[in-house]
Structures are given as C-alpha cells and as structure tokens.
C-alpha cells in the first residue's frame, strides 16, 4: 500500500550534476515554457491539490488524495475506504501517520533523513526544481540520442548519482516534459509518463500522469489546485515526535 504513496515522493531524492552547451539551451526552453518568461512563479508560496489515483497493482484500487507544498515541505493524504494515510516532510525528515491504528501493522516507521536533499528554488515541482538548480548552477546532465515516446519525438537527458540514473524525455516541439525515468543498479523503479497539462497564471501543472512501476500502473489525476492558498507549518510536523 505505501508504494504509490512514496513514489509521489521519488523525486525528493533525485539529485543532478552538469551539462553541454546544448543541453542548456533544451533546459533553458523546457524552463520557460514549463514556469514562463516573466517570473510569475516566484510569486507562488504554497499549493494545494486534490485527486485521484488508481493502482492497478491493488486490483485497480482508488485513493483520494490531497497534497499541500509549502517553504519546501510537503504534506499528503491519501484516503481509501475507511482508511487514511499521511505521508509528510518537514524540510529534514520523512514521517508517516496512518489510522485506524490498527492498520499500521501494515507498515514500517519512516525514519529516513533528508537533511542533504536538493531543496531546489521551485519546490512545487519536483521534476522543474530539479532542471532549475542545473541550469542555474551549471551542473552535469548528460544529452542521449533522441527518442520517441508515444509517438512524440524526444530529448533525452540523463542524470547519474550513484546507482541512480534519471532520464528526462522533453518533447522536441513543445519543451514540455513528457515522460521522466527512473533506475536504480540499472533496474527500472519506475517511469512516469506526463499525459495532459494545465496552465494556470502562466505556469503548466500536469494534471494527468500515468506512472509504470513493479510490473503495474498506476494513474494520477488532479482534479483541482489552489495557488497560496492558507497552510499551517503545524502539519508538516509528525504528531509522534
């Protein structure tokens, strides 16, 4: 049950080195149209959404969620029959709830320090934040041949951390993001494919994803966001200190 939660969270932990000069200028265009040109974005403080999402790997499972994203925290829930789980971040430490509280037998505590991860400049898109600190301060991505991805002629931009390797799929015509890879040991964890976006002020929010992982499916749709919306710091914080 908590892997499609934590794969909402996947990106937390991805980190990046350098680039070409081409790669800049694909960074660059993915950017802009991605947050747009006149820095509208830095104007957002948090973000609410609200969705569904359906796992093929639980029987075709529906979960109710809601994701808050402030000063580079973040807070979900996730809700299924009459159980309802929360995964958090406070800016150093991962943390779960989960209730009944019977239910948590099902899962083990979260005891995983984040204090080293990328913070990132836009923090409501992990995949953006990323691609923003590269092209900032100058670090290493690799350019792979293009690639088509549902038929959709694609960049390929390929980070290496460790055993970790991430690849960027960037539509060649758009410059949006149309799929995201991830592998660990070279084995495949996941790959998220970015189906539909939104505008809102200027700035794309995707809004449709479907994500393969463990030999299943699984589909995010969000069906509404609010920008600055009122959150309280106090529910990034684990109620079990």
Excluded at 162 to 191: C, E, P, R, W
Excluded at 192 to 211: Q, R, V
Excluded at 217 to 233: A, G, H, L, R
Aim: proline letters at 2%; hydrophobic letters at 35%.
């Amino acid at each position: 049950m908590m892997k499609p939660l934590f794969i909402l969270f996947h990106v937390f932990l991805l980190f990046s080195q350098a680039y070409s000069q081409s790669t800049k200028e694909i960074i660059k265009k993915t950017l802009e149209v991605h947050l747009g040109k006149n820095d509208s974005w830095k104007s957002i403080k948090s973000i609410q959404k609200k969705g569904i999402i359906i796992d093929s790997n639980i029987n075709d499972t529906t979960f109710f969620t809601d994701i808050k994203t402030a000063n580079h925290k973040s807070w979900l829930e996730s809700k299924i029959k009459q159980r309802t789980t929360i995964i958090g971040c406070n800016g150093s430490r991962l943390w779960y709830d989960i209730s009944p509280k019977e239910s948590r037998t099902q899962l083990h505590r979260m005891k995983k320090n984040v204090e080293d991860m990328e913070k990132g400049v836009y923090p409501h898109d992990a995949n953006i934040s990323l691609l923003y600190d590269i092209y900032e301060k100058n670090k290493d991505i690799k350019q792979e041949s293009n690639q088509k991805i549902k038929n959709e002629e694609c960049f390929v931009l390929r980070l290496d951390r460790g055993n970790l390797t991430t690849y960027f799929y960037i539509s060649t015509q758009s410059y949006q993001i149309v799929a995201v890879k991830l592998l660990k040991d070279n084995f495949m964890l996941l790959m998220s494919h970015y189906e539909e976006y939104k505008k809102i002020n200027g700035i794309l929010f995707d809004i449709k994803t479907l994500t393969e992982y463990n030999g299943g499916k699984m589909y995010t749709t969000v069906q509404n966001i609010q920008i600055n919306p009122t959150i309280s710091e106090d529910i990034f914080e684990s109620p079990q200190k």
